[in-house]
C-alpha cells in the first residue's frame, strides 16, 4: 500500500503534501454490519468497502479515511450481528465528519458506498448539503459497478492480462451463466470480493445451510414500486439472496477483485480531474 494514502498513517505534516497529491479528494468508506447468509461475515460490506477502497488508490492517489462501518439497515435487527443506528444518528455523525475532513482541507469527500441498503440514506445526505453554504463539496457512489459479466467478458476480451487464470476457472465462470442466478446478497460477487481479502472468514460448508431463493412475498408491490424498510426480510428472510453456487477459488477472486479496483480508480480519477461540482457549488452559495 505504497501509493494508497492513509489518513490515519499520516502524520500531521504531511496533509498538505496528500491533499495536493490527492487533489483534494477525501474518500470514506462505507459499509454495513449485517447477516451475509449463514457462511460470509456479518462486516462483509466494510471488508469489501474497505480494501477495494485502497487498492483502488494504489492505481489513483487519493485520501482514504478508515471505514464507517454502520450503515443503514433498520429492517434487519432480529438478525444476529445486525448493528441497527438510528437515521438522525447516521446523519450527525455524517454531517460533523464531512465538516471536519473539510476542515482540514479535503475540499471533495466521496462517501465510497459497498451496502445495497445505504443509497436512499445517501442520496438525502448529499442533497442536505445544498441547505447550507458550504466550501466542499459531498458526493457519493456505490463501489458495486461491476459484476461477474464483466469478468466473464474481460477472460472473452483481454485473456491475455489474466495468464494467471487457467481453462477450469473458465469453465467456472461459464457454469455461472448456464442459468438463472439469484443475486443480490452474500452472491457470487460478494464471495469473491471477500475470499481474495479474507479467505478464512468464509465458511462455503455453511453455504447451503439456508435458503437464498427471493420469496418474492413483496412481488405484488415491486409491480409500482411500492417500498417500505420491511420488503427485504419479507423476500430474503434469511437476509442471503444468491443461488448455491460454492465455486470460488484465490485466481478467481483475484481476477474480479482487479476488474473492481479498475472499476473504482477511474472512479477516483474522474472525480479529481472533476471541477463542475465546486464550481456549481460556488454558485449556489452566491445564489441566496
Same mark, same amino acid.
Given at each position: 500500500?505504497?501509493?494508497?494514502?492513509?489518513?490515519?498513517?499520516?502524520?500531521?505534516?504531511?496533509?498538505?503534501?496528500?491533499?495536493?497529491?490527492?487533489?483534494?479528494?477525501? $474518500?470514506?468508506?462505507?459499509?454495513?454490519?449485517?447477516?451475509?447468509?449463514?457462511?460470509?461475515?456479518?462486516?462483509?460490506?466494510?471488508?469489501?468497502?474497505?480494501?477495494?477502497?485502497?487498492?483502488?488508490?494504489?492505481?489513483?492517489?487519493?485520501?482514504?479515511?478508515?471505514?464507517?462501518?454502520?450503515? =443503514?439497515?433498520?429492517? #434487519?435487527?432480529?438478525?444476529?450481528?445486525?448493528?441497527?443506528?438510528?437515521?438522525?444518528?447516521?446523519?450527525?455523525? #455524517?454531517?460533523?465528519?464531512?465538516?471536519?475532513?473539510?476542515?482540514?482541507?479535503?475540499?471533495?469527500?466521496?462517501?465510497?458506498?459497498?451496502?445495497?441498503?445505504?443509497?436512499?440514506?445517501?442520496?438525502?445526505?448529499?442533497? &442536505?448539503?445544498?441547505?447550507?453554504?458550504?466550501?466542499?463539496?459531498?458526493?457519493?457512489?456505490? &463501489?458495486?459497478?461491476?459484476?461477474?459479466?464483466?469478468?466473464?467478458?474481460?477472460?472473452?476480451?483481454?485473456?491475455?492480462?489474466?495468464?494467471?487464470?487457467?481453462?477450469?476457472?473458465?469453465?467456472?465462470?461459464?457454469?455461472?451463466?448456464?442459468?438463472?442466478?439469484?443475486?443480490?446478497?452474500?452472491?457470487?460477487?460478494?464471495?469473491?470480493? $471477500?475470499?481474495?481479502?479474507?479467505?478464512?472468514?468464509?465458511?462455503?460448508?455453511?453455504?447451503?445451510?439456508?435458503?437464498?431463493? =427471493?420469496?418474492?412475498?413483496?412481488?405484488?408491490?415491486?409491480?409500482?414500486?411500492?417500498?417500505?424498510?420491511?420488503?427485504?426480510?419479507?423476500?430474503?428472510?434469511?437476509?442471503?439472496?444468491?443461488?448455491?453456487?460454492?465455486?470460488?477459488?484465490?485466481?478467481?477472486?483475484?481476477?474480479?477483485? =482487479?476488474?473492481?479496483?479498475?472499476?473504482?480508480?477511474?472512479?477516483?480519477?474522474?472525480?479529481?480531474?472533476?471541477?463542475?461540482?465546486?464550481?456549481?457549488?460556488?454558485?449556489?452559495?452566491? &445564489?441566496?
Amino acid at each position: 500500500m505504497e501509493n494508497a494514502i492513509l489518513w490515519e498513517n499520516l502524520k500531521a505534516p504531511d496533509f498538505p503534501e496528500a491533499i495536493e497529491k490527492s487533489k483534494g479528494v477525501c $474518500v470514506v468508506p462505507i459499509g454495513a454490519m449485517e447477516k451475509h447468509g449463514p457462511h460470509m461475515p456479518v462486516g462483509t460490506d466494510n471488508i469489501i468497502a474497505e480494501r477495494t477502497a485502497i487498492l483502488a488508490a494504489e492505481k489513483e492517489p487519493v485520501v482514504i479515511f478508515p471505514t464507517f462501518g454502520f450503515g =443503514d439497515i433498520n429492517c #434487519l435487527q432480529p438478525l444476529h450481528g445486525s448493528i441497527c443506528f438510528s437515521t438522525k444518528l447516521l446523519f450527525d455523525y #455524517l454531517t460533523e465528519l464531512c465538516r471536519e475532513i473539510a476542515r482540514n482541507g479535503f475540499k471533495k469527500i466521496l462517501l465510497l458506498n459497498a451496502h445495497g441498503g445505504n443509497p436512499p440514506l445517501l442520496t438525502t445526505f448529499c442533497r &442536505s448539503n445544498r441547505e447550507k453554504k458550504l466550501d466542499y463539496v459531498v458526493m457519493f457512489a456505490n &463501489s458495486y459497478g461491476t459484476t461477474p459479466a464483466d469478468m466473464r467478458k474481460a477472460f472473452k476480451e483481454r485473456r491475455e492480462e489474466f495468464s494467471y487464470i487457467t481453462d477450469e476457472d473458465i469453465e467456472i465462470v461459464e457454469k455461472y451463466f448456464e442459468k438463472p442466478m439469484a443475486k443480490g446478497h452474500a452472491d457470487f460477487d460478494e464471495l469473491l470480493l $471477500v475470499y481474495n481479502e479474507r479467505p478464512h472468514t468464509i465458511d462455503m460448508e455453511r453455504m447451503g445451510d439456508e435458503d437464498g431463493k =427471493d420469496t418474492f412475498r413483496t412481488e405484488h408491490l415491486r409491480e409500482f414500486g411500492i417500498f417500505s424498510g420491511g420488503n427485504f426480510l419479507a423476500d430474503c428472510p434469511n437476509s442471503y439472496s444468491a443461488s448455491y453456487f460454492p465455486y470460488v477459488n484465490e485466481r478467481l477472486a483475484r481476477a474480479y477483485t =482487479d476488474i473492481r479496483v479498475d472499476y473504482i480508480a477511474k472512479m477516483f480519477k474522474t472525480v479529481k480531474e472533476d471541477t463542475v461540482l465546486l464550481e456549481e457549488n460556488e454558485k449556489w452559495n452566491q &445564489s441566496w
